[in-house]
């Protein structure tokens, strides 16, 4: 079923919920209430199934045997991409690399076309808001290069500022790594307009997915980025398993990522001639389970309807808000106009630490800390925030949990 | 709400309690011995990552004795409260009864045997021991040790450690 089929069908939550079998029973005692899917998604019971059904019934690598098994495993493997093709309409499942997840999706784009492409005094620009993993990646090639790492800034609200954009794209910009959506602050980068300008002056455009594809529906053609990585594990898959994907005439040029099984047509100790497309940059047995578990994932989203999705978490998105605003106390950090379903806050006197283990205590779970962007916390001028982050499954009931919760914490610390 | 259990149907408030005691809180909220000591020959900073909280211990050693210690920084309850009632308990003790103290208080919040550290020879340090069941915890507790362990390993030329 597509999702625009769905979009007439009224979004069932409690139904949805009923699909993921760890809020069917206590956790630690308790029902639970996860408030954490920035950091990662529950499974629903498809994707375990689609995991069981290859270990028991499936096992085999792919690829390498002519058995049975090899072959059935291979189908499978090579559907779940095509699945992904289809989720964000690449133009060919060549364009659809398996990877570890967005961070290993990054660094093969630093260490292979970075590698061949930045150079010494060029640019790599990316923005205020990026994850460490859209960081470090082109520090590390930027040091080896000797070019120059530059970064866009970002307003009070926690949003991209285009102007300063336009300003810092320039001649020797060899590349731009932005994340479509900010894990600390929720705020929705213009991603459209930003590959556009960058295009216009003739350089090519990373997006980092991680927190985008579980939230919206992505068309990388309509988008036109040259590069797009995201996590299984952030949209209801498993974990150690992700995708970059990367236009065929860009992957074309590239060096390979790593040497070894699968990513070579033939190999004597003279030379070596490396593997067509896809296959090039997937070197070594890959996570065929894992690849197998999110082609189950991508099927359960597609059925709900990613519109589906995204309108009950902008409500949830839109009632947590006013909550939480109402309250004397806290701050909340990110007030971008566009945001996806994270709520990012402190509490006065109380240090987010301490939040997270009262409700910890009364089985809420949210994550505190610095969320892997630090960069982020020193432009506000704090060391940590309490984050709320709202999945396909959370409610209403949920956001109040959060107040009662934070209700405790007030009582410990009063 | 009844005594003890939460709206959620578990003993709760309780269970914090032991974590966050009221001299805890107290501390917290009051540090002690807040402040730089600004000719401190034995100084230097702890950093815990994941929370993002740092602090600096200065320490004044004379004669290989704690004359004066101190420190400032950020941080959550637990690591505040710990700093400051660890500076409280070094005051006038020697070097080597300060390192002591060290292995003693990493004893008291991470001991899971059936025989943990004496809590009564703890003294007043003993409202820790509740961070035993917090595991995540513990390197909120023990940075403010950690550091100042760091600084009395220093030799006195390279104070500075910025
Ligand atoms: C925006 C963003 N980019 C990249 C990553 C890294 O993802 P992974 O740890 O799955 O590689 C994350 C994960 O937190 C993220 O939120």
């Given at each position: 079923?597509?999702?625009?089929?769905?979009?007439?069908?009224?979004?069932?939550?409690?139904?949805?919920?009923?699909?993921?079998?760890?809020?069917?029973?206590?956790v630690n005692g308790k029902q639970l209430i996860y408030l954490d899917n920035a950091a990662t998604t529950q499974k629903p019971q498809v994707v375990l199934d689609a995991l069981m059904h290859f270990y028991t019934r499936e096992c085999a690598n792919i690829h390498r045997g002519v058995h049975y098994l090899s072959e059935r495993a291979t189908e499978s493997y090579e559907t779940s991409r095509a699945k992904i093709t289809r989720l964000i309409n690449a133009a060919s499942p060549n364009e659809i690399i398996f990877v570890r997840g967005s961070t290993e999706a990054i660094n093969l784009v630093a260490q292979t076309y970075g590698k061949m492409f930045v150079g010494s005094g060029d640019e790599v620009l990316i923005s205020a808001m990026e994850h460490h993993s859209n960081i470090?990646?082109?520090?590390?090639?930027?040091?080896?290069?000797?070019?120059?790492?530059?970064?866009?800034?970002?307003?009070d609200a926690g949003e991209f500022v285009f102007e300063q954009y336009e300003r810092m794209l320039g001649p020797r910009t060899r590349l731009v790594a932005i994340t479509g959506v900010s894990n600390a602050l929720g705020t929705v980068n213009p991603v459209s307009e930003i590959i556009k300008l960058a295009h216009d002056r003739g350089v090519p455009v990373l997006v980092d997915g991680a927190q985008m594809i579980q939230h919206m529906p992505v068309d990388v053609r309509a988008l036109d980025c040259d590069f797009f990585a995201f996590s299984g594990h952030k949209m209801y898959g498993p974990t150690g398993i992700g995708v970059l994907y990367a236009k065929e005439r860009l992957l074309e040029?590239?060096?390979?990522?790593?040497?070894?099984?699968?990513?070579?047509?033939?190999?004597?100790?003279?030379?070596?001639?490396?593997?067509?497309?896809?296959?090039?940059?997937?070197?070594?047995?890959?996570?065929?389970?894992?690849?197998?578990?999110?082609?189950?994932?991508?099927?359960?989203?597609?059925?709900?309807?990613?519109?589906?999705?995204?309108?009950?978490?902008?409500?949830?998105?839109?009632?947590?808000?006013?909550?939480?605003?109402?309250?004397?106390?806290?701050?909340?950090?990110?007030?971008?106009?566009?945001?996806?379903?994270?709520?990012?806050?402190?509490?006065?006197?109380?240090?987010?630490?301490?939040?997270?283990?009262?409700?910890?205590?009364?089985?809420?779970?949210?994550?505190?800390?610095?969320?892997?962007?630090?960069?982020?916390?020193?432009?506000?001028?704090?060391?940590?925030?309490?984050?709320?982050s709202l999945g396909m499954y959370n409610t209403k009931e949920d956001i109040e949990a959060l107040l009662w919760g934070l209700r405790k914490v007030r009582e410990v610390f009063r | 709400m009844g005594p003890q259990k939460g709206k959620r149907g578990v003993p709760l408030m309780s269970d914090l309690r032991d974590l966050y005691q009221e001299v805890i809180l107290d501390h917290h909220k009051k540090p002690r011995n807040f402040h730089k000591i600004e000719h401190a020959n034995r100084r230097a900073e702890g950093y815990n990552p994941l929370c993002g909280d740092k602090l600096s211990v200065y320490i004044q050693l004379e004669n290989g004795i704690v004359k004066d210690i101190s420190f400032v920084g950020t941080g959550c309850a637990i690591s505040t409260a710990s700093a400051s009632m660890m500076t409280e308990s070094l005051k006038g003790k020697s070097e080597s009864e300060a390192k002591e103290a060290f292995e003693k208080f990493h004893q008291l919040v991470t001991n899971h045997s059936d025989s943990p550290p004496d809590a009564a020879a703890m003294g007043k340090l003993a409202v820790f021991s509740g961070v035993r069941e917090y595991p995540v915890r513990v390197k909120c507790a023990t940075l403010a040790w950690h550091t100042m362990r760091a600084a009395l390993d220093q030799s006195q030329g390279a104070v500075a450690t910025e």
């Open positions: 079923m597509t999702a625009a089929a769905n979009k007439n069908i009224p979004y069932d939550v409690e139904k949805a919920r009923r699909d993921f079998p760890i809020f069917c029973e206590p470090v990646p082109w520090q590390i090639l930027c040091e080896e290069k000797g070019a120059r790492l530059r970064v866009t800034p970002m307003n040029k590239m060096p390979p990522y790593q040497g070894g099984g699968d990513m070579i047509t033939s190999v004597t100790f003279e030379k070596t001639i490396y593997n067509k497309l896809p296959y090039k940059f997937e070197a070594g047995t890959p996570n065929v389970a894992g690849a197998i578990g999110l082609g189950a994932a991508v099927d359960y989203l597609q059925s709900v309807g990613l519109e589906n999705i995204s309108a009950h978490e902008q409500e949830l998105l839109a009632c947590g808000t006013l909550a939480l605003q109402a309250l004397d106390d806290v701050r909340i950090i990110g007030t971008a106009k566009e945001k996806t379903s994270v709520i990012s806050f402190v509490l006065e006197g109380v240090h987010p630490h301490d939040i997270g283990t009262i409700l910890d205590k009364h089985g809420i779970a949210i994550r505190t800390g610095h969320h892997c962007a630090q960069p982020v916390m020193e432009f506000y001028g704090i060391p940590a925030t309490a984050r709320a | -």
